[in-house]
């Protein structure tokens, strides 16, 4: 057990991690490690000043365990697998939950392989002693149909070793599209014509509330007869009591189960010996590499969480493949100036944020976006923490209804533009905010001005009317307090009418003097934000 240094961010490992994750853990300077630990006593006495707690199958992360551990920030589960940690407990609190979705794709990929392989042939009857008499003949792959339901990272990696082998690849999958499975070779087809056609099913897809028992007695009757089902992703994908009958039945010819994610359902022991079934436990994923893998990737996601580097596999953040972090993080640097200015500047509990972003490929990020605007906004009620994985969820508890809007802003000349209408009783509020090529960001209209301004550190905003003498009142003031202008951006609606400043400051601007500029006549409101 190594002592937990001063001022450093402390990691708990609760579970024995490879040698490959330690090693990654234990050479970062700012961490210190503790663990693992062999009971939950003395796991639950070291989490009060925990940053990030780092679990394999063996911790169950529930509200007992997190209430334990006010200051944690991050739980890592070193595995795909996540229903041994309480995922919307660790929301509420706004803590990220980190997975590894893909350290084990290769190793259960190949693992379907070969049990792909043994049934065509009948290995496993031989290896237990059993020999096949005459005319019992196993069948080669080629030329077969595979039926792969879920086409993910797992489904296309296995379609690719199935297309290497001759064999023709039908997938289904509710989220991919007709034109995506014609790249990578593979017909596209609805879940009743994958199990009608197909000489093998694998399950290849995540295990949810929705794919519970996704293959059961009514899937069965629509498999091609003498079929065979392959499974080495979640136990719980399949309805054993339903196969049992299937394969007694002779509806398939023959099954593959390995026993992750769950043992056998209870009235199911006859598939453990069963002439058909060939039954592994916990096989799939049980490479070297695969741990390796899982272990180093675990920890390296996990440091760059609290390093605030990255958030790439944070299963209650909307960050995805398709939009990762990194693509995104321009437009949430925006999000992040425009939150923390309504935030700062409503005069009400809120109760409608509404959002429009407008530029090419921008539809997609509302929900980031969103979820980054609300943690600038949010007054807790309690000691959690606002941040992006608490503030929708706090919203929710607060009656704050988040939409997208149309007609908050115009795109104009700008690549990429977001708007954002706060209201509240009896008021509202509309911004808007612009990112340039460069990476930039500007504040480019507040409610009906027009403005270019920078979003950054200490502003001072002005609403008063379009008259001469106001910028010297304004810079004589901050002069006698020592305070430097930075920036003075101004907009108005027209001549002589009304208008709004926006003041970058080095430094903070006493109260006292907010309430001399508001005594003037010109100056209807004067307000300080940090940006």
């Not at 504040?443 to 001469?468: C, H, K, Q, R, T």
Request: aromatic residues 8%; charged residues 20%; negative net charge.
């Amino acid at each position: 057990m190594k002592d937990p240094q001063r001022n450093a961010t402390q990691v708990v490992v609760a579970d024995p991690l490879h040698q490959a994750g330690w090693d990654k853990l234990t050479q970062a300077e700012d961490i210190a490690c503790l663990g693992p630990f062999d009971c939950q006593e003395h796991l639950h006495k070291v989490l009060g000043n925990a940053d990030a707690l780092l679990i394999c199958s063996d911790t169950t992360v529930d509200a007992e365990l997190l209430a334990a551990a006010p200051h944690l920030k991050v739980v890592a589960r070193a595995g795909a697998r996540l229903d041994n940690v309480d995922i919307d407990e660790a929301t509420r609190r706004g803590i990220f939950v980190v997975h590894v979705p893909d350290a084990h794709v290769l190793a259960i990929v190949e693992y379907t392989f070969l049990q792909m392989l043994a049934l065509a042939r009948q290995f496993w009857r031989g290896v237990d002693g059993v020999v096949c008499g005459d005319g019992e003949f196993g069948f080669q792959l080629a030329h077969k149909t595979l039926g792969i339901i879920g086409f993910g990272r797992h489904g296309r990696e296995l379609a690719v070793r199935a297309q290497a082998f001759g064999m023709q690849v039908l997938a289904y999958d509710p989220y991919v599209d007709l034109s995506f499975g014609r790249e990578h070779g593979v017909e596209i087809v609805d879940f009743p014509e994958v199990l009608r056609r197909s000489d093998l099913v694998t399950l290849q897809t995540a295990y949810t509330t929705q794919t519970h028992h996704i293959m059961n007695a009514a899937a069965f009757e629509q498999m091609k007869p003498g079929a065979y089902l392959v499974n080495c992703v979640h136990t719980a994908l399949v309805d054993q009591v339903d196969l049992l009958a299937a394969l007694d039945q002779g509806r398939l010819a023959g099954a593959a189960l390995d026993t992750w994610g769950g043992g056998l359902q209870p009235g199911v022991q006859e598939l453990t010996a069963h002439p058909k079934m060939l039954l592994t436990h916990n096989q799939g994923q049980a490479t070297l590499e695969a741990h390796a893998n899982t272990a180093t990737q675990v920890v390296a996601d996990m440091l760059a969480v609290l390093r605030g580097e990255d958030y790439r596999n944070v299963v209650n953040l909307p960050f995805t493949r398709e939009h990762p972090y990194q693509v995104v993080k321009p437009y949430i640097d925006l999000a992040v100036k425009l939150g923390k200015l309504q935030g700062q500047l409503v005069d009400g509990w809120i109760n409608r944020v509404e959002v429009e972003l407008l530029g090419e490929g921008l539809r997609d990020l509302v929900r980031p976006v969103a979820a980054v605007l609300l943690s600038g906004m949010i007054r807790p009620f309690d000691a959690r923490p606002v941040n992006w994985v608490s503030a929708p969820v706090m919203a929710y508890e607060q009656g704050i209804v988040t939409s997208q809007a149309k007609g908050l802003a115009e795109q104009g000349v700008y690549p990429a533009l977001i708007g954002c209408r706060v209201r509240w009783q009896g008021g509202q509020r509309t911004v808007s905010g612009a990112l340039f090529g460069n990476g930039e960001v500007r504040l480019v209209s507040y409610d009906e001005f027009e403005i270019d301004a920078y979003p950054d550190g200490y502003v001072l905003i002005l609403e008063n009317n379009d008259v001469p003498g106001v910028i010297g009142k304004v810079g004589t003031r901050l002069s006698r307090e020592k305070i430097n202008i930075a920036q003075w951006r101004y907009g108005r609606d027209f001549i002589g009418g009304r208008g709004v400043s926006f003041i970058n400051l080095d430094h903070r601007v006493p109260p006292a003097i907010l309430k001399e500029l508001e005594q003037e006549p010109e100056i209807h409101q004067a307000r300080l934000v940090r940006l």
